[in-house]
């Protein structure tokens, strides 16, 4: 046999093996190409739900295609850490106070639907709250917002 795949013969003074070796790859490329095949087959295809939310413009030149005044209503919805505050045209129209440690989001989402009915060719309101307030309170008046065909959602900061 010429160029057996035995193990390496010593060679050389005081018997030491020689430190040339290969890895053979073959293995690992197999396992690896079944290990792709199991994952495509059983992975999960989902698609994720998204909400569109804009933000609010904050320089002129940025500022989209403006509404007649008469027909914009400029709704806002305020969420802060003792309740909520619902103002059209930087008029309040409804302060809801926490019920104990929750929000009270029927009675938002019945001051929405009030709204809405009231004006139905707008869609869009603005989105303000408090640094303290919790990321799921936000979307769930987001969700709020989406029942109610208020689909043109954006956030701003509380100065904004």
């Not at 005081?14 to 290990?35: A, M, T």
């Not at 929405?112 to 307030?133: F, I, R, W």
């Amino acid at each position: 046999m010429a160029g057996g795949g035995g193990p390496p013969v010593p060679e050389g003074a005081g018997g030491k093996k020689p430190v040339d070796f290969q890895i053979n790859l073959i293995p690992c490329i197999d396992l690896l190409s079944v290990l792709i095949s199991f994952l495509l087959m059983t992975s999960v295809w989902t698609q994720i739900a998204k909400i569109d939310v804009k933000q609010k413009p904050t320089q002129a030149d940025e500022q989209p295609e403006e509404q007649k005044d008469e027909d914009k209503i400029d709704l806002t919805v305020f969420v802060k850490a003792n309740g909520y505050t619902v103002t059209q045209k930087n008029v309040v129209v409804k302060e809801i106070e926490k019920k104990g440690d929750e929000w009270d989001s029927a009675t938002l989402a019945e001051v929405l639907k009030g709204v809405a009915a009231e004006h139905p060719e707008n869609h869009d309101v603005t989105l303000k709250s408090e640094d303290t307030v919790p990321y799921q309170e936000l979307i769930t008046v987001m969700d709020i917002c989406l029942i109610h065909k208020l689909e043109g959602i954006q956030v701003s900061g509380v100065e904004g």
